[in-house]
């Protein structure tokens, strides 16, 4: 049995079916129903191909599956490599442990030479774990995706988790030296590429964040307004940050999407940052990434990591609160078997921030 | 050699612990990678060719071994 032809690559051709099969899955309004949203998520500045980066499988006029693999160029060891994000995995329920979903990753991976993915589903961490992922979740009792929070109003984020004896500290006011500059900008320009390229030794393993990339996840976003911001010192960036306040009801919340520093900029960058969202009334902030970076940092800032209570109980959704999900699983895979001869991937070296993956998105409802 | 052997063999699972019922559901060495083998196996071993309604169809140990039967090889 071929399994393979009855894979192909999303098009005009298959758009009707494929969306059909996604309101089926999941709702007449979810995101991938939206051909923008879709073609700008899988269809990035770094695609090998004009095509939509996104797999199905199609039997008898049908799509009854689809993997989605995001294109991104990559930093592995100070050398620029092809690697994609999987986002997005759904296959019908009669083709499962069947071999689609092994030969759709398959396909998926054919060219890149590392992949990651994160918040995957608990039932595909076996073959993942088969297929040479290093695999981090609760079952494997390794790190998952980080998260620290700093609680700005501490009565409103109490109500908020229904535990109203939970001590948090306010915050009333945050001062920030004037060594740097901070400044709120419409896009990245070119001096941002001059930052990436003397800060990116820092993050050993990961997305390279410079203008193409910053703009196309950020600036060029069909659907979110996401805030851009600067840290300079003599008209050289040393620092940027990227924000998305997610309003829910009476709650804001100020999402630190993307954040990159050189060392001795990160405390004035976050400190700034938090300053601005003060200012926006935010009842709390947070930010997610993966590896041993900025711990301190954050720390001094006033940010808790979320591995422990109260702040364990803080939602991770917000569109709309969802009290259940307490984290992220993550796993990440060498495929080009000569990047380690550059360097050895692990999961302290490998930074990737929430804007990194699928996981920042719209939620139609 | 029996289907529950070529199945325990795929799986890494005893043979005499398969049963009509056994499923990808209830049983988590049949993945999708397992699944790609054991139709490979199957096909290899009875020498017969599924389509891809036999495979669909296909939820348990009982469905292979209805389909083998349909082929005349069981």
């Known amino acids: 049995m071929e399994l393979r032809k009855y894979i192909e690559r999303l098009n005009d051709n298959n758009w009707e079916q494929f969306t059909t099969f996604v309101k089926s899955w999941f709702h007449d309004r979810y995101i991938l129903t939206i051909k923008e949203f879709v073609e700008w998520q899988y269809k990035t500045p770094f695609s090998k191909t004009s095509n939509?980066?996104?797999?199905?499988?199609?039997?008898?006029?049908?799509?009854?599956?689809?993997l989605g693999v995001i294109p991104l160029s990559f930093n592995y060891f100070g050398k620029d490599i092809y690697g994609v994000c999987l986002a997005n995995w759904q296959i019908d329920e009669t083709l499962q442990s069947?071999?689609?979903?092994?030969?759709?990753?398959?396909?998926?991976?054919?060219?890149?030479?590392?992949?990651?993915?994160?918040?995957?589903k608990p039932v595909l961490e076996r073959l993942?774990?088969?297929?040479?992922?290093?695999?981090?979740?609760?079952?494997?009792?390794?790190?998952l995706v980080r998260r620290f929070v700093k609680i700005f109003d501490a009565e409103k984020v109490r109500k908020m988790i229904g535990?109203?004896?939970?001590?948090?500290?306010?915050?009333?006011?945050?001062?920030?030296?004037?060594?740097?500059?901070?400044?709120?900008?419409?896009?990245?320009?070119?001096?941002?590429?001059?930052?990436?390229?003397?800060?990116?030794?820092?993050?050993?393993?990961?997305?390279?964040?410079?203008?193409?990339?910053?703009?196309?996840?950020?600036?060029?976003?069909?659907?979110?307004?996401?805030?851009?911001?600067?840290?300079?010192?003599?008209?050289?960036?040393?620092?940027?940050?990227?924000?998305r306040l997610e309003k829910s009801g009476k709650y804001t919340t100020g999402r630190i999407v993307d954040f990159a520093a050189e060392d001795n900029a990160e405390e004035f960058m976050l400190n700034a940052v938090c300053k601005w969202l003060l200012e926006q009334?935010?009842?709390?902030?947070?930010?997610?990434?993966?590896?041993?970076?900025?711990?301190?940092?954050?720390?001094?800032?006033?940010?808790?990591?979320?591995?422990?209570?109260?702040?364990?109980?803080?939602?991770?959704?917000?569109?709309?609160?969802?009290?259940?999900r307490r984290s992220t699983n993550f796993a990440f895979k060498i495929i080009d078997e000569n990047l380690k001869n550059l360097g050895i991937a692990t999961y302290n070296n490998f930074y990737i921030t929430r804007g990194d993956c699928d996981q920042d998105r719209p939620n139609s409802r | 050699m029996k289907v529950e052997e070529i199945i325990g063999k795929i799986l890494n699972i005893d043979s005499t612990t398969i049963k009509d019922?056994?499923?990808?559901?209830?049983?988590?060495?049949?993945?999708?990678?397992?699944?790609?083998?054991?139709?490979?196996?199957?096909?290899?071993?009875?020498?017969?060719?599924?389509?891809?309604?036999?495979?669909?169809?296909v939820k348990n140990v009982g469905d292979i071994k209805s389909i083998l039967k349909k082929h005349k090889v069981l």
Not at chain 1, 52 to 60: G, P, Y
Not at chain 1, 103 to 118: F, G
Not at chain 1, 281 to 304: I, M, N, P, Q, Y
């Open chain 1, 163 to 243: 535990k109203e004896d939970m001590v948090f500290n306010d915050v009333k006011n945050i001062s920030a030296n004037d060594e740097f500059k901070f400044s709120q900008v419409n896009s990245f320009n070119k001096s941002i590429d001059s930052f990436w390229e003397s800060v990116k030794k820092k993050y050993k393993i990961t997305v390279n964040r410079n203008s193409k990339y910053l703009n196309w996840r950020y600036k060029n976003h069909p659907m979110f307004d996401y805030k851009l911001f600067v840290t300079e010192k003599d008209d050289e960036i040393k620092a940027f940050v990227v924000v």
């Open chain 1, 281 to 324: 009334k935010v009842d709390l902030a947070d930010f997610s990434f993966t590896g041993d970076f900025h711990e301190s940092t954050l720390e001094s800032t006033g940010f808790k990591e979320t591995n422990e209570e109260p702040y364990a109980s803080i939602p991770y959704l917000f569109s709309p609160i969802d009290h259940k």
């Open chain 1, 98 to 120: 069947k071999g689609f979903g092994y030969e759709m990753l398959d396909v998926a991976l054919s060219d890149a030479q590392i992949a990651y993915t994160t918040a995957y």
């Open chain 2, 21 to 57: 019922e056994t499923s990808p559901e209830n049983t988590s060495e049949w993945d999708s990678f397992n699944g790609l083998l054991l139709v490979s196996e199957l096909e290899k071993n009875f020498n017969v060719k599924f389509d891809i309604e036999e495979i669909i169809a």
């Open chain 1, 52 to 66: 939509i980066n996104v797999f199905v499988v199609k039997i008898k006029e049908k799509v009854m599956g689809f």
């Open chain 1, 128 to 143: 993942y774990d088969k297929t040479g992922w290093q695999v981090h979740s609760d079952k494997q009792e390794q790190m």
